[in-house]
């Protein structure tokens, strides 16, 4: 079973700009979740969508938004891009039948210069 | 506010002996805790879970013990491997219909020959 597909793997971008970070699911998993991690804080929550639908939302400005597909398959964007957006981002998959653990795609190194 | 907390940044031990990790939580409607293990440039591998009607949890060298009177759970790797140099995240959510896992800042393990 392939993991959880994260693209691209590193990507610069100016200020000012906007970026698009793909997630696949592993096969069969309807709950994706993204998270962002930058040194000091952990992993911070942003968004989780199911089947289509947004469920869960962290604190994050309205910059930062998803979507996710009818294939599971999701997207982030982030608009208007700020210095302090460089981090990674992960996004994580999982199957409620299966519990609430979550499998993580290796994530996408966004730097903002 | 931070509803989990991982006081410690980082924790040495000697190979051979046992880690512990601690990990604090403030909500007391979470239901379900994980532990996760991050390598560097890889997205966080689920290690093991406990939910909260249990107080141990136990897969091989890792033992999950879950205090619910006083918010706190810790996690125990006996004996510690020069593999498990890593840093661990402390992770809780409200249960399994809900996928907003919320986790703890991370401790770095360094196991020390």
């Known amino acids: 079973k392939a993991g959880v597909t994260q693209t691209p793997r590193y990507l610069i971008k100016t200020r000012g700009q906007q970026v698009t970070l793909s997630c696949s699911p592993i096969s069969g998993h309807r709950s994706v979740s993204w998270y962002q991690q930058t040194p000091g804080q952990g992993l911070q929550f942003l968004f989780e969508?199911?089947?289509?639908?947004?469920?869960n939302k962290g604190n994050f400005p309205g910059r930062f938004s998803g979507r996710q597909f009818s294939n599971s398959r999701s997207e982030m964007n982030v608009s208007t891009l700020e210095l302090g957006d460089s981090a990674l981002y992960l996004c994580a998959s999982s199957s409620l039948q299966g519990g609430p653990e979550a499998f993580f795609g290796q994530g996408t190194r966004l730097t903002v210069v | 506010d931070q509803q989990v907390k991982q006081n410690s940044p980082s924790l040495s031990v000697q190979e051979g002996r046992i880690s512990i990790l601690n990990c604090d939580y403030t909500?007391?409607?979470?239901?379900?805790f994980l532990w996760y293990k991050k390598y560097p440039a890889e997205g966080p591998t689920f290690l093991i879970s406990i939910s909260s009607i249990k107080d141990k949890n136990e897969d091989g060298r890792f033992t999950v013990f879950l205090n619910k009177s006083a918010k706190h759970l810790s996690l125990h790797i006996v004996p510690s491997q020069p593999g498990d140099s890593a840093v661990y995240f402390c992770?809780?959510?409200?249960?399994?219909?809900?996928?907003?896992?919320?986790f703890g800042k991370g401790t770095r393990l360094h196991i020390l020959p």
């Open positions: 969508y199911f089947s289509e639908t947004q469920r």
């Open positions: 909500n007391s409607m979470f239901d379900y």
């Open positions: 992770a809780a959510s409200v249960g399994p219909g809900d996928d907003k896992i919320i």
